[in-house]
């Protein structure tokens, strides 16, 4: 007889509601706008196969991945043409890989152009860099004769500081609306999560939120908006009597004022709760109950304040509070790492 495999003691809740909600939210409030989805890095760690097909199914038709080697993935779950990635082809393998699966290179610089072109040429996305600096080709290569022979399907460039009320958004608007009439295009896109709440000035042709699908929000405006989507849940593995005096994990770095009762909750930094929740954040029974973290988070649990909560048994399921605002506040971490910190082990229970 096959013995299966016990159900494991921590897990990752996605609120499939919450994501189509939020894509249809972005969407919406990207006006006369197409907004697509960036999926890059496993969908911010939540999970393209836990994402992908409520993302489709709500309406997404264009998805943005940052490696080639997160194509595969993707493509099991949308038309491959409907696939941008992001770091372009830095190898003449990569551009014949794209090719071959039907998948559209963003092109980021003169370099990628001749290479693109190079190996057959064919449509592609073409970034601009308007002022952030990091990927995209500059303004003032905008003429050269190489950018004149791609087939440019989307003109996208990408903001620097939309989560910020900073002088730099109108800049780089200003910058990406100049340089728009000098390259043909089908679609002009630079709002990401927090460009969308911009404005319809930043909305162009197509959005390209990422953060605020997942429950992300970069900016006030969209507080009201957006719905949280991860829920990471862990079991109380064992629960334990201390007298006053007592320590507890690493260090020893609390110290019981008095007899209570604790929990050892199998969630670690292993799995994403990094050491900056130690001693700081509370986990939450039954959606509302606070359980204080006390002492270092170790690598697979951490340990739990039960003084309030008596009838918690070794078993009992509590959350991690994953509102990622509060969440951000309380760890210290930005909301993009609390999402793409979480670990493999939540995912495959
Ligand atoms: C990651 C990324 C996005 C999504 O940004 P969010 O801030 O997560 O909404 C959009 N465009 C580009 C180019 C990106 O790299």
């Known amino acids: 007889m096959p013995v299966e495999r016990p159900a494991s003691s921590l897990r990752l809740k996605i609120d499939r509601e919450a994501l189509a909600h939020n894509w249809r939210t972005l969407d919406r409030m990207s006006g006369s706008a197409r907004a697509g989805a960036a999926v890059k890095a496993d969908c911010y760690g939540l999970g393209v196969d836990a994402c992908l097909p409520t ?64 190996s057959g040429g064919g449509p592609c996305h073409l970034m601009l860099d308007t002022g952030i600096n990091r990927l995209g080709i500059s303004p003032h290569e905008t003429g050269d004769p190489l950018i004149a022979q791609l087939e440019v399907i989307g003109l996208i460039s990408h903001l620097a500081c939309a989560d910020e009320d900073s002088a730099m958004n109108a800049r780089q608007l200003d ?104 001693g700081k954040g509370a986990f939450l029974l039954r959606g509302d109950m606070r359980l204080p973290l006390l002492g270092k988070v170790s690598m697979d649990m951490v340990v739990v304040d039960l003084s309030q909560a008596p009838e918690v048994a070794e078993g009992d399921w509590v959350q991690i509070p994953y509102h990622l605002p509060d969440a951000a506040q309380i760890s210290g971490l930005s909301q993009y790492e609390l999402l793409t910190v979480l670990g493999q082990r939540l995912k495959s229970p």
């Open 175 to 278: 910058t990406f609306r100049a340089l728009l009439p000098a390259i043909p295009h089908q679609f002009a896109s630079l709002a990401n999560s927090a460009g969308i709440a911009l404005g319809s000035g930043y909305h162009f042709d197509v959005t390209r939120p990422g953060l605020a699908l997942y429950g992300g929000v970069p900016r006030a405006e969209l507080a009201g908006e957006i719905r949280q989507v991860a829920t990471p849940e862990a079991a109380i593995i064992q629960t334990r009597q201390l007298s006053a005096g007592d320590k507890v994990g690493y260090n020893a770095t609390f110290t019981a004022p008095a007899a209570m009762r604790i929990g050892v909750a199998s969630i670690g930094y292993a799995d994403g709760l990094l050491r900056s929740w130690g």
């Open 55 to 118: 993302l489709r199914a709500a309406g997404a038709q264009l998805f943005f991945v940052a490696h080639w080697g997160e194509v595969d993935r993707v493509a099991h779950h949308v038309p491959s043409d409907q696939i941008a990635v992001l770091h372009g082809p830095l190898t003449a393998g990569d551009a014949a890989y794209a090719r071959a699966r039907k998948v559209l290179p963003i092109i980021n610089s003169l370099a990628q152009s001749k290479l693109w072109i190079e």
